[in-house]
């Protein structure tokens, strides 16, 4: 069976289906001081939309720019922990999503955003 014959037989539907993984965040489990794996979970988000903001780091001269844009990509791929709850947010005294992003995994966002791509 060829590559066609085996695309042939999948629901279109499982194409569209959205991957998710769980990888491990040392810097977080650091941080909450846990002596266990602390796993946050990332779910495969709109290429195009990841592809603009992948530019827009590797385009950026600056590491705060880059902090920023990988921290954006992480936003739209992180499910757990919900980088858009208001209340995680207020929490960690931050203004948005991508403040918490950086607040939370500082230099890993660059671990992250590799596997989220």
């Known amino acids: ?52 903001l992948s530019l827009m780091a590797k385009s950026n001269k600056t590491g705060d720019g880059m902090m920023k844009a990988m921290a954006l990509i992480a936003c739209e791929c992180i499910v757990e922990p919900d980088l858009k709850s208001h209340e995680l947010q207020q929490h960690f005294h931050c203004a948005n999503p991508k403040d918490l992003a950086i607040k939370l995994f500082g230099m890993e966002l660059s671990d992250i955003t590799d596997k989220a791509i």
């Open 1 to 52: 069976m060829n590559l066609v014959d085996k695309l042939m037989a999948v629901e279109p539907s499982k194409i569209d289906e959205k991957a998710e993984i769980k990888i491990n965040a040392p810097k977080l489990r650091r941080r909450l001081g846990s002596s266990e794996p602390v796993e946050i979970t990332l779910r495969e988000g709109d290429a195009s939309r990841i592809m603009d």
